[in-house]
């Protein structure tokens, strides 16, 4: 697949997810502490989607796929156990124009998963040819440098950023990012050096 990578907004994101097991629990789940807005319907579920449910993370619906579900989905999961169903969803999702990930035939979806590492506004995605092993073990070596460090790092620049442009000030802003996050960036922050860099700034 020839990806261009996008960082969508998942507040109040519209979402459907077809499929009650597993993976569809992992999806629903993942999306759904994005803060979409996640539908989920499942001939069958599993006690874990129930317990989404029952949670209030997302709503379930137990019965066959139909394609009046798609409704006002933005994205569309098919992640049932059913290919013949899967490609349904992906064909109704691709006519009205849907992003779909299929989950047992990826490459006649439009969209796919990144293994995602978190911290703070530090958000890094990674594909890896869907050879999800792989995406995850880069993941995990980009996360164990990327920590918390820069997750408070990035706190603090984004504040200082605000209260610059609040106060109109958009050039004193721009010279301190130019100043501050150059070549030595990511020294500074892995040095705990930061600060002293931005003092003159605050």
């Known amino acids: ?28 789940g993942t999306l759904a502490a994005s803060g979409a807005l996640v539908r989920v319907v499942a001939r069958s579920a599993t006690p874990e989607m129930r317990a989404l449910a029952d949670a209030g ?10 394609t009046r579900d798609i409704g006002d989905a933005v994205l569309v999961v098919a992640a049932t156990d059913d290919r013949a169903t899967n490609a349904a969803v992906a064909e109704d999702a691709r006519r009205l124009h849907r992003l779909v990930n299929v989950a047992d035939a990826p490459e006649t979806g439009t969209f796919a998963n990144m293994a995602t590492h978190r911290s703070g506004h530090l958000v890094v995605g990674v594909s890896a040819g869907g050879v999800p092993g792989a995406a995850a073990r880069i993941r995990d ?15 603090l620049l984004g504040a200082l950023r605000r209260s610059h442009l609040a106060r109109g000030d958009g050039g004193s802003w721009r010279a301190l990012a130019s100043s501050t996050v150059d070549e030595r960036f990511c020294e500074s922050v892995e040095q705990g050096t930061l600060d ?5 700034w605050r």
Do not use: C, Q
């Open 57 to 66: 993370r997302v709503t379930l619906d137990e019965r066959a796929y139909e």
């Open 1 to 28: 697949m020839s990806g261009v990578p996008l960082l969508v907004e998942g507040a109040a994101l519209p979402v459907l997810v077809v499929g009650g097991g597993a993976v569809a629990v992992r999806k629903a």
């Open 141 to 155: 070596a980009i996360a164990a440098r990327f920590d918390s460090r820069y997750a408070a790092a990035l706190e």
């Open 196 to 200: 002293d860099r931005v003092a003159t």
